[in-house]
């Protein structure tokens, strides 16, 4: 079995918080004593094999790839970007993080700002939140209704199969932390007057609602997870379990598609340089 396999969501997927500190890879597995030194060493590696194979993606100019992070606030979707793609060339590459929607993005469809952000031919993009933003929040606060839920969950389908019709891989990551693990981090971004800027007071706000919360992800998940645009549940208590489960995903998907430089021009061997 793939370690895509492995985490790959279910039909019948429920969102436990003690699923959420799951270890199924990497040293931690083995239970040696400084595993999440050894499974932080092969995240890295593998973030440096991704590197590599993007010279290659580039150079290729033809497949596009959407990687998109979701979760509850401090599932760290941040530091997933930081660790496991930090290594790749920023002229291949955009990090594209989703807040709420302008005045302009409001009087649009609400895929209009998201479309005009996936990748290009040879572009790697990475969408810290996305367009499930909008049967998510929408949905536990009551701005959406469930018929309305329905037909975006239809409409992002076929949004999603337009992409991937159109030369889009996507891979989709649900960053499961556990109710307990998000207060740890809460608190220790309060503690520390240097991660206060990453505080934002309407998380509180948001926790009150961890239950519909939940329940609204996996109606998501279900409704939305197909072979073209495949759901992730990745376990993410450990930051480095988090880390390497997605680098193997990644990495293994890239190394999967046998990239290849384009053929060399013949005519330049016939090129003097003066």
């Known amino acids: 079995m793939s370690i895509a396999e492995l985490f790959r969501t279910t039909p019948s997927l429920q969102l436990r ?5 799951r270890k199924l890879i990497g040293a931690s597995l083995k239970g040696e004593s400084d595993a999440k030194s050894a499974d932080r060493a092969e ?3 593998l973030a440096s094999r991704i590197a590599e194979i993007q ?9 596009k790839l959407l990687i998109i992070l979701q979760g509850m606030d401090t599932s760290g979707k941040d530091g997933t970007v930081k660790s496991v793609f930090g290594q790749i060339h920023p002229l291949g590459a955009r990090t594209v993080a989703f807040k709420a929607p302008s005045v302009e993005e409001k009087n649009h469809d609400y895929l209009w700002r998201v479309h005009k952000e996936v990748p290009g031919k040879g572009e790697i993009t990475i ?20 018929e309305e839920s329905i037909r975006r969950y239809a ?3 076929d949004f999603e199969r337009m992409l991937t019709e159109t030369g889009t891989i996507i891979l989709k990551f649900f960053l499961h932390i556990s109710k307990n693990e998000q207060k740890v981090r809460l608190e220790e971004r309060l503690a520390d007057p240097q991660k206060h800027w990453k505080f934002d007071p309407q998380d509180i706000a948001e926790r009150a609602y961890w239950d ?4 609204t992800y996996e109606k998501v998940i279900r409704a939305t997870d197909c072979d073209h645009a495949p759901w992730y549940i990745v376990p993410s208590d450990s930051k480095t379990q988090r880390n390497l489960v997605i680098a193997s995903i990644v990495s293994e998907k890239l190394e999967s ?4 430089y384009p053929p060399g021009n013949l005519d330049y061997s016939k090129i003097k340089v003066t």
């Open 17 to 21: 918080d003690a699923d959420a500190n």
């Open 43 to 45: 995240a890295a590696l």
């Open 55 to 63: 010279d290659v993606f580039i150079a290729s100019h033809d497949t």
């Open 127 to 146: 969408f810290n939140r996305s367009h499930y933003e909008d049967v998510l929040i929408t949905a536990v606060h009551g701005w959406i209704d469930h």
């Open 155 to 157: 409409q992002i389908r």
């Open 212 to 215: 519909e919360y939940q329940r």
């Open 257 to 260: 598609m046998k990239l290849r």
